[in-house]
């Protein structure tokens, strides 16, 4: 690992510490979720949160598509 990669990483872990901290502690039964937010919004830049939400919600509602590994072979 390079110093740059670990760069990435510490800059990745700060983003995701700062943006869940207002929430006060998250469940572990629902930490998936909010790394799929997190995950989206970091994508899509920092936006406002309530745009984020909304924007989540709304694709929220559309068909999942699940495979498995078996599937892909």
Known sequence: M???DLNNVNGYHSRLKR??????GVSTKYLPNY????????SMG???????ANRFLDHS???RVFTTTKNLL
């Open 2 to 4: 390079t110093g740059s």
């Open 19 to 24: 943006w869940i901290y207002p929430f006060n």
């Open 35 to 42: 790394l799929v937010w997190f995950l989206r919004q970091d």
């Open 46 to 52: 920092m936006i406002p949160r309530a745009v984020a």
């Open 61 to 63: 509602h559309l068909p």
